[in-house]
T-cell receptor, first 116, second 112 residues
Framework: DTAVSQTPKYLVTQMGNDKSIKCEQN?????MYWYKQDSKKFLKIMFS???????INETVPNRFSPKSPDKAHLNLHINSLELGDSAVYFC???????????????FGPGTRLTVL | AQSVTQLGSHVSVSEGALVLLRCNYS??????LFWYVQYPNQGLQLLLK??????LVKGINGFEAEFKKSETSFHLTKPSAHMSDAAEYFC??????????FGTGTSLTVIP
């Protein structure tokens, strides 16, 4: 039973197109995240949602818009794709602990986005 | 603000040798600390974590890490490297306010 799943695994598209990546977690966690990993493996957090509310919105172009229809899902929609958007996008989830800190993040398998 | 520093973006060890991957963090309050491993074309997988219990933490695949508050360090070690340990390793910290910070990663190469 997959804990955090993402679709699609690979996404190849042309510049200027709009695309979406879907994420689902079945761990019952209350917080979900989107990360971007570049070719040098650097992980950059993009968004974080806690109980369907946006709590972290790092400096990313407003072409990127997350949507959380419920606690188990966090989708990422990207408008007007650019060459620089090519990367691997990871979804993750965690449970916000009683200590006020996020506990272990569980990652999805990633979506490799290639913009031509 | 929290920061995580991983010294050495690339580390090479011989098979059977000690693995030591370094991680330092900056925080006025001891955070939760994590090590993750990423194999090629896969997502990140938790190796081990520290959440203010025992300072020496044992993880999967024979890895362990020691939290040293005085040095603000959480270095990852394994006594004997295997070829299958070749991967990217990330140190991460979690502090109050749901902030999660990852280091820049260390690529481990194991030489046969």
């Amino acid at each position: 039973d997959t804990a955090v799943s993402q679709t699609p695994k690979y996404l190849v598209t042309q510049m200027g197109n709009d695309k979406s990546i879907k994420c689902e977690q079945n761990l019952g966690h209350d917080t979900m995240y989107w990360y971007k990993q570049d070719s040098k493996k650097f992980l950059k957090i993009m968004f974080s949602y806690n109980n369907k509310e946006l709590i972290i919105n790092e400096t990313v172009p407003n072409r990127f818009s997350p949507k959380s229809p419920d606690k188990a899902h966090l989708n990422l929609h990207i408008n007007s794709l650019e060459l620089g958007d090519s990367a691997v996008y990871f979804c993750a989830s965690s449970q916000f602990g009683a200590s006020g800190r996020a506990d272990t993040q569980y990652f999805g398998p990633g979506t490799r986005l290639t913009v031509l | 603000a929290q920061s995580v520093t991983q010294l050495g973006s690339h580390v090479s060890v011989s098979e059977g040798a000690l693995v030591l991957l370094r991680c330092n963090y900056s925080s006025s309050v001891p955070p939760y600390l994590f090590w993750y491993v990423q194999y090629p074309n896969q997502g990140l997988q938790l190796l081990l974590k520290y959440t203010s219990a025992a300072t020496l933490v044992k993880g999967i695949n024979g890895f362990e890490a020691e939290f040293k508050k005085s040095e603000t360090s959480f270095h990852l070690t394994k006594p004997s490297a295997h070829m299958s340990d070749a991967a990217e390793y990330f140190c991460a910290v979690s502090e109050a306010g749901n902030q999660f910070y990852f280091g820049t990663g260390t690529s481990l190469t194991v030489i046969p």
